[in-house]
């Protein structure tokens, strides 16, 4: 068992927080009157209430795609 990629249910359930995560902060940041810095979060409200659960989420996706090249069974290295 490999503990490179997190199993489907954790995947799925950190998918879906970080879009809801992501869908409250961009209505937040669009219906309310924010600054573009502040001292408290050292980012702008942007960067965590959009970018950063987007960043969570492309992650999550990258995480999926297969190497381009094909893999080597293991007779054919010499291993295992």
Not at 62 to 68: H, K, Y
């Amino acid at each position: 068992m490999s503990t490179a990629c997190p199993s489907g249910t954790f995947r799925r359930a950190a998918g879906w927080i970080s879009l809801g995560w992501g869908g409250g902060g961009l209505v937040l940041l669009l219906t309310s009157p924010l600054p573009g810095w502040t001292p408290a979060l050292g980012w702008s409200p942007w960067f965590w209430l959009v970018a950063a659960p987007a960043s969570v989420l492309a992650a999550l996706w990258l995480s999926r795609i297969e190497p381009a090249l094909p893999r080597r069974r293991a007779a054919e290295t010499g291993a295992g």
